[in-house]
């Protein structure tokens, strides 16, 4: 097709690429606003909290926790240091759910070390995308990334090997709960940044990387939990069958309840964790 000038000398084909690039990168920057990243508000109290969006209003900043309007807090605009986006700083899982045979992998090492499956595998999912390939900057290997002298100390010779590094990283998951008295935001932020940084914080340490990687494992968990507490659809008129299931996830009078042989992690609101006040300017 020939080129045609336009008035002004500039040609038309021209033209109608430029309209078509602007068009373009307006649907993209209204894309953005209308999908925002998840960000941490830091607040000069000592708390993070979680939130998808904000809005301004007067002196105080409204941070909605959820996607409904009516699911917020307001904070004071003075006592919120900044905000950070909460998955900048940990690489996108590459997988969202295990491979096929890690299931009973992590079934038997979590019942060995006395841990949930599905804590185990939403901390592998963060971790390494559920990559059993997976090697970090630092030198942490396989599915539950560990770092050699920990492989090491937990007996893991191989840890490109699955059945080993789910072992080992089940292993030292467990003992970090045992330390921390079952505090899973201690265990996980001790997993993340070590045990030395949990004790010099008294708690979980105020690193970015650490508070999303916490958030992100304790957020997908507590998914899981709610999705197997919803109630299910009955397909084919088992509704006595199901109310029954579901009362005896109860305890019923007269009837002894079941206790777990490790108590249930100390589950945190999605997001708020305590940190140093003297940490902040």
């Known amino acids: 097709m020939r080129d045609v000038p336009g008035p002004d000398g500039v040609s038309v084909t021209g033209m109608k690429l430029g309209y078509k690039l602007g068009i373009v990168a307006a649907l993209i920057f209204l894309a953005s606003l209308s999908a925002p990243a998840a960000e941490i508000a830091i607040l000069r109290n000592g708390f993070a909290i979680r939130h998808e969006r904000r809005e301004a209003r007067d002196t105080a900043t409204r941070l909605y926790l959820g996607e409904t309007p009516d699911n917020y807090i307001d904070v004071p605009t003075a006592d919120i240091v900044r905000f950070e986006e909460l998955d900048s700083y940990l690489p996108p899982a590459i997988s969202s759910a295990p491979a096929r045979g890690l299931d009973s992998i992590v079934s038997a090492a979590s019942k060995r070390n006395n841990l949930d499956p599905d804590l185990v595998n939403s901390l592998i999912l963060v971790e390494s995308g559920f990559d059993p390939n997976a090697v970090s900057p630092k030198g942490a290997r396989g599915l539950m990334q ?12 191989n840890a490109m090997d699955p059945a080993a590094n789910v072992e080992g990283g089940t292993r030292y998951l467990g003992e970090l709960l045992s330390r921390y008295h079952n505090d899973l935001s201690k265990a996980l932020a001790a997993y993340n940044a070590g045990p030395d940084r949990v004790e010099q914080y008294h708690g979980v340490p105020p690193y970015p990387e650490t508070l999303a990687y916490v958030a992100r494992i304790i957020g997908d968990f507590n998914r899981k939990k709610d999705a197997q ?11 006595s069958q199901d109310q029954s299931s579901v009362a005896s996830e109860f305890s019923v009078p007269g009837q002894p309840k079941v206790v777990p042989t490790r108590p249930a992690p100390t589950l945190l609101p999605e997001l708020q ?3 140093p006040p003297d940490w902040f300017p």
């Not at 770092?147 to 010779?157: D, F, H, L, S």
């Not at 507490?229 to 509704?239: C, F, K, L, T, Y």
Request: aromatic content about 4%; proline content about 19%.
């Open 146 to 157: 560990l770092m050699p002298q920990t492989a090491a100390r937990m007996g893991v010779q």
């Open 229 to 239: 507490r919803r109630p299910q659809p009955d397909p084919g008129g088992n509704r």
């Open 273 to 275: 964790f305590p940190m």
